[in-house]
């Protein structure tokens, strides 16, 4: 199986800087068709998941381009350019390049200093 | 607008069975395969079952395999998730998604 690292785990951040999460996987999530399914969530108190980034780097509708994510192979990251009150929450990293089995990471547990 | 609704949760016994629905509006539910994915209080997100687009194709985690049966109703616009033999360790919130939405969970309580 096909397992997703977290870094960190707990993320504090002061708001206007930056922040990054990185997420490795234990095989490779390029898959055969040449795309690599790495997605990003975030979760916000009380609410329910919200994916933010698919293929690696493609933004959902409507998130913010504060947000972006890169990485190939294994190593991936989500980067938030200046980090607002709103991003508050838990973030994951999910592949979807082994089907039919998903993995999610950890998640990483975003606050403000 | 996309909208994914989950109906069904309550609190069940050990060895119980419950079954759990969702109900999609806003795209075309029939082109989309679906996912159920669960929470534990306090706990990640971990990914429970998937089935493909006409519901030809269904795939578990090892975690409900033998125990969860998923399935969908194209006519309906609506996934289900039936779950037997229930366990405390099922205890979660339990969330549908596709195409890249998710709903709002419902809540599923194993405890006698």
């Known amino acids: 199986d096909v397992v997703m690292t977290q870094s960190p785990l707990s993320l504090p951040v002061t708001l206007g800087q930056p922040a990054s999460i990185s997420c490795r996987s234990s095989?490779?999530?390029?898959?055969?068709?040449?795309?690599?399914?790495l997605n990003w969530f975030q979760q916000r108190p009380g609410q329910s998941p919200r994916r933010l980034i698919y293929?690696?780097?493609n933004w959902d509708s409507g998130v913010p381009d504060r947000f972006s994510g890169s990485g190939s192979g294994t190593n991936f990251t989500l980067k938030i350019s200046r980090v607002e009150a709103e991003d508050v929450g838990v973030y994951y990293c999910?592949?979807?390049?082994?089907?039919?089995?998903?993995?999610f990471g950890q998640g990483t547990k975003l606050e403000i200093k | 607008q996309v909208q994914l609704v989950e109906s069904g949760g309550g609190v069940v016994q050990p060895g119980r069975s419950l079954r759990v629905s969702c109900a999609a509006s806003?795209?075309?539910?029939?082109?989309?395969?679906m996912h159920w994915v669960r929470q534990a209080p306090g706990k990640g997100l971990e990914w429970v079952a998937v089935?493909?687009?006409?519901?030809?194709?269904?795939y578990y985690a090892d975690s409900v395999k033998g125990r969860f049966t998923i399935s969908r109703d194209n006519s309906k616009n609506t996934l289900y998730l039936q779950m037997y033999t229930l366990r405390p360790d099922d205890t979660a919130v339990y969330y549908c998604?596709?195409?890249?939405?998710w709903g709002q969970g419902t809540l599923v309580t194993v405890s006698s």
């Open positions: 806003g795209f075309t539910f029939s082109t989309y395969p």
């Open positions: 293929k690696v780097s």
């Open positions: 089935i493909s687009f006409d519901g030809t194709n269904k």
């Open positions: 998604g596709g195409a890249g939405y």
């Open positions: 999910m592949q979807g390049t082994h089907w039919p089995l998903f993995t």
């Open positions: 095989q490779s999530l390029v898959h055969s068709d040449g795309n690599t399914y």
